[in-house]
């Protein structure tokens, strides 16, 4: 299983368009997720990370979602994507943004979507495939 921190940031909606902004925290320089072997697993690398939680994790197999508390003072210690180079060593976990973009119908009218999901970050996984699970899962919630 793959565990995800992640949290959303506002981005303004145009007329019939909306932009949200989702923060992961990935590994290797923002190109692939961590993986765990359980739910105890995801919440041992909140805590050793000092993640700040905004609520439990979230489990839609083969991920595990953590929900960040994007205003705790933490998250100012750790990197940002733009702050490291794809080769830089040694490599290190970041905060990487990416935009989704639907409109009323909730249709992809940019193509910024199917560009995320040539980005592989897990076995097989996208980001695309990611936003995608972690969406379907908070619309339900």
């Not at 921190?5 to 303004?12: L, T």
């Not at 595990?64 to 490291?84: C, G, Q, R």
């Amino acid at each position: 299983m793959y565990v995800i921190p992640i949290f959303e940031k506002v981005v303004n909606a145009l007329d019939t368009t909306t932009i949200r902004q989702f923060w992961m925290l990935l590994e290797r320089n923002g190109t692939y997720c961590t993986s765990v072997e359980t739910l105890e697993d995801a919440v041992t690398y909140a805590t050793d990370n000092d993640i700040p939680l905004a609520s439990e994790p979230v489990v839609a197999d083969p991920f595990i979602f953590l929900p960040v508390d994007s205003k705790a003072p933490a998250l100012d210690l750790f990197y940002t994507w733009n702050e490291t180079r794809t080769d830089e060593q040694p490599m290190r976990a970041v905060w990487r943004p990416f935009l989704w973009v639907y409109d009323t119908a909730q249709e992809d009218i940019w193509g910024t979507n199917a560009y995320l999901r040539q980005i592989v970050v897990a076995d097989k996984k996208s980001v695309g495939d990611v936003l995608s699970t972690y969406l379907a899962l908070i619309k339900g919630a």
